[in-house]
């Protein structure tokens, strides 16, 4: 599964440390999502949208 997260994060002006601690996660996890090594629970995936102010079908691309 693919995502948008660092575009949207750096459109934003975000670090991955800024995006970590608003979502209390480590800043490696959100460099493993980043990088399609992790892919964050339901929860974590909508906690992560609602922050960037997108939806969740927006923010992760479901490859077939």
């Known amino acids: 599964m693919k995502n ?3 575009e949207l994060r750096r459109n934003k002006g ?3 440390e800024d ?3 608003a979502l209390n996660v480590s800043r490696q996890t959100i460099i493993a999502i ?3 090594k992790y ?3 339901l929860e ?3 906690r992560l949208a609602k922050y960037l102010n997108t ?3 927006e923010l992760f691309i479901l490859e077939e």
């Open 4 to 6: 948008r997260i660092k």
């Open 14 to 16: 975000l670090r991955q």
């Open 19 to 21: 995006l970590a601690d």
């Open 34 to 36: 980043e990088n399609d």
């Open 39 to 41: 892919n964050p629970t």
């Open 44 to 46: 974590l995936a909508m």
């Open 55 to 57: 939806a969740v079908e």
